[in-house]
């Protein structure tokens, strides 16, 4: 039982994960900040305002609406909206109370809420019928850093939003078959140092397939997350494309493996090529990417989900489900080695 | 919950529609399910290699 714990462990951290992915819901964040051409005179102000609607996303502005702050701030410059109704949870009347002659076209918006915390939205404001001199400064203004009053929760990521959850299921898939070509790596490099029996051979053919496997449900969870955040299946995109000529670099090893009868020679050849697909592996998904404009997260220059953005509820999540999936990849591995050499000495 | 199916359904309906109205529960329960099963069958795939490769092992000790 005892060496059967790991395998045991793979799947009920892949249990753990799946609860977390499907029950832990979302942080509060905010979505947009958008002119509705009205204007609206406010107590506060004493005239007549342009009107925006702020809309958030998952959060509680009803509760204790009257502590709702906004703020806009371009640099160094923080300026305060009027809050002219909080419609519901999410939605909110806004009245832009800020002078002709600004520091700046484009503003982040910022929000304070005793249950949401702060949040941001980058670049939320736009004016484009000011003067700018941009060596304005506005008046200053104190404003507080909240932290949110909720419980365990995802963060909110711009655009992303709920297909965050994906995280746990697509990056995993190339973690598991980064692992599995690894091991197949190693024994090809055996199976060519040594040369004489072909164990190294079928542990690399049992690696590579699994780790195909690995690497269809990866493009798969890929494909899909791209549909929801970039709006297509697939696009022209460094990251992508590497992954995908990675798998069929991989699927042609298979290929190759099926069109040599002569075991020996099949063996050599197919690890020869092996030491090549794998080199490929890391300059397309892990050296050509950094280097070139990508979309991807942490590729291009884009943020990954790291120390940025990667908090403490996804990383509950994320680690498992890499280890969960890579343990479940071995013990995959090691069940179709087992096969197939017993398929060879029943034959 | 009430309150966070009724944000949720504004700010995006069909996200809200799934993970409010407790149709991801469902989609969990179906996963876990299938996780399991192939938990299962995997263990069982190497619980029968393993008593084919013992009886090949007793076969060919036999024969020689």
């Not at chain 1, 102000?45 to 009257?66: C, I, K, N, V």
């Not at chain 1, 909720?150 to 994906?166: G, K, T």
């Not at chain 1, 990417?289 to 991807?296: K, M, Q, V």
């Amino acid at each position: 039982m005892g060496h059967n714990v790991w395998k045991i462990g793979g799947f009920a951290l892949i249990a753990y994960v799946l609860v977390m992915v499907f029950a832990v819901p979302m942080g509060p964040g905010l979505l947009e900040l958008r002119a509705t051409g009205k204007a609206t005179a406010t107590e506060e102000s004493g005239r007549a305002l342009p009107e925006y609607l702020l809309t958030g996303f998952g959060t509680h502005w009803s509760d204790q609406s009257s502590q709702l702050q906004v703020v806009v701030r371009s640099k160094t410059n923080l300026a305060k909206l009027e809050v002219i109704e909080v419609i519901d949870d999410t939605h909110a009347r806004i009245g832009v109370a800020l002078p002709y002659s600004l520091p700046s076209k484009s503003w982040d918006v910022l929000i304070n809420h005793p249950t949401d915390g702060t949040l941001l939205l980058e670049n939320g404001l736009f004016l484009s019928d000011r003067f700018i001199d941009e060596s304005l400064t506005l008046p200053p203004i104190s404003i507080v850093e909240l932290q949110d009053d909720l419980p365990f929760h995802f963060p909110y990521q711009p655009r992303i939003l709920e297909s965050i959850r994906n995280l746990m299921l697509h990056v995993p898939m190339w973690f598991t078959m980064f692992v599995l070509m690894g091991i197949a790596f190693v024994a090809s490099i055996k199976q060519l140092a040594t040369a004489r029996a072909l164990i190294e051979d079928e542990k690399s053919e049992a690696a590579v397939k699994v780790g195909l496997l690995f690497g269809f449900l990866g493009l798969v969870t890929g494909s899909v997350w791209a549909r929801f955040t970039w709006g297509a299946w697939w696009v022209d995109d460094p990251q992508l494309n590497g992954a995908l000529v990675t798998v069929l670099v991989y699927s042609g090893y298979m290929v190759l493996r099926n069109s040599i009868d002569n075991a020996p020679l099949r063996a050599r050849l197919s690890a020869a090529y092996n030491l090549f697909a794998f080199i490929i592996l890391i300059i397309l998904l892990m050296v050509l990417p950094r280097f070139t404009e990508s979309l991807h997260p942490g590729k291009g220059g884009n943020p990954g989900f790291n120390s940025y953005d990667l908090d403490s509820a996804l990383r509950a999540a994320f680690y498992p489900a890499v280890i969960g999936w890579i343990l479940i990849g071995i013990w995959m591995y090691r069940i179709n080695l087992r096969f197939t050499r017993l398929q060879k000495l029943l034959k | 919950m009430n309150a966070l199916l009724s944000i949720l359904i504004q700010s995006h309906p069909l996200e809200g529609w799934f993970f409010g109205s407790g149709k991801a529960l469902v989609v969990l329960a179906v996963a876990l399910i299938l996780l399991v099963g192939f938990g299962l069958w995997m263990w069982r795939a190497e619980a029968r290699l393993k008593s084919l490769e013992t009886k090949l092992n007793h076969k060919n000790q036999s024969e020689s």
